[in-house]
């Protein structure tokens, strides 16, 4: 298989205070097509900046962002909006319109766009399906569970059909077990529609949980990459190590740490 997403030394400062801050100093990514591959990095690592070039929310100083047979970088503003509707991506904060229902935040995008609106229904409804949310359709973010107003993200994400979807922290703001649900629901999506996943997290576990391939990403480059079993049983890179110990930690507490008797 080829691969499907190809970053090839990607840099990206930015301004601060006058002073340059380099937050991605020489990105090498290949992701193939229909992996859920996962990078995973501590907070400030430059996962949420590497996330938004690969839309261009970000424009990168120099590198190479290719995506199937595009390239990201050297598209002109018409092209990559249409470029971009076939990347979703899925936010922390779910990043939800409070004043509008269920069914017009995820039908928004294609509101913009000047989708006629019974292809608009039709494609709401499906997509609400496939994320478990026919019946809250009228309700407002306001009176949905953090799980569900992910399943609103989600399904806004999923309503252009991407080829790519990007999930930058998406489970981080929920409790485990929603934060279960959540996952299973992206593997169901990429299992029914070959979605490509790249599934950006500080939380090993989901990438354990969900992703074959991962890559450790530390300020500013990728510094271990590979099978997710593989680098679990033989990281290599401090911070690789550094995940694996507090995963495996929190999976087999010390008994002697335990709630005592
Ligand atoms: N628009 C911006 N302007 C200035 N600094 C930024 C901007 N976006 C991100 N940064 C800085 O880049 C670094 C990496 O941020 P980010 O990509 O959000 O990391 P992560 O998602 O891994 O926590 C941080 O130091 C952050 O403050
Ligand atoms: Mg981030």
Redesign the pocket.
């Given at each position: 298989m080829s691969n499907y997403v190809e970053i090839e030394s990607l840099h990206k400062s930015?301004q601060?205070h006058g002073e340059t801050?380099e937050?991605l100093k020489g990105v090498n990514l290949s992701i193939k097509k229909g992996e859920i591959f996962g990078v995973i990095?501590?907070?400030?690592?430059?996962?949420?900046?590497?996330a938004r070039c690969i839309n261009r929310l970000e424009t990168p100083d120099s590198g190479r962002i290719t995506v199937g047979d595009t390239d990201i970088l050297s598209l002109s503003k018409k092209e990559l909006l249409q470029a971009r509707k076939k990347i979703g991506v899925v936010f922390q904060t779910f990043n939800l319109f409070e004043a509008k229902t269920v069914y017009h935040n995820i039908a928004y995008p294609l509101r913009i766009s000047g989708v006629r609106k019974a292809e608009i229904d039709k494609r709401v409804r499906e997509t609400a399906e496939l994320v478990g949310l026919t019946e809250k359709l009228n309700a407002y973010p306001g009176g949905l569970s953090g799980g569900q107003k992910q399943r609103v993200g989600i399904a806004r994400a999923l309503i252009n059909e991407p080829d790519l979807l990007i999930s930058d922290e998406a489970t981080s703001a929920l409790d485990p077990q929603t934060t279960l649900q959540i996952l299973d629901l992206l593997k169901e999506i990429n299992r029914q529609k070959g979605i490509t996943i790249i599934m950006i997290t500080h939380e090993l576990d989901a990438i354990r949980y969900s992703c074959q391939k991962m890559a450790v990403?530390q300020d500013g480059l990728i510094i271990e990459s590979g099978e997710v079993a593989e680098i679990f049983r033989n990281p290599h890179s401090h911070t690789g190590k550094l995940f694996a110990k507090v995963f495996f930690e929190l999976q087999q507490p010390d008994l002697n740490d335990g709630d005592g008797i």
């Open positions: 930015f601060v801050l937050v990095g501590f907070s400030g690592a430059g996962k949420s900046t590497l990403l």
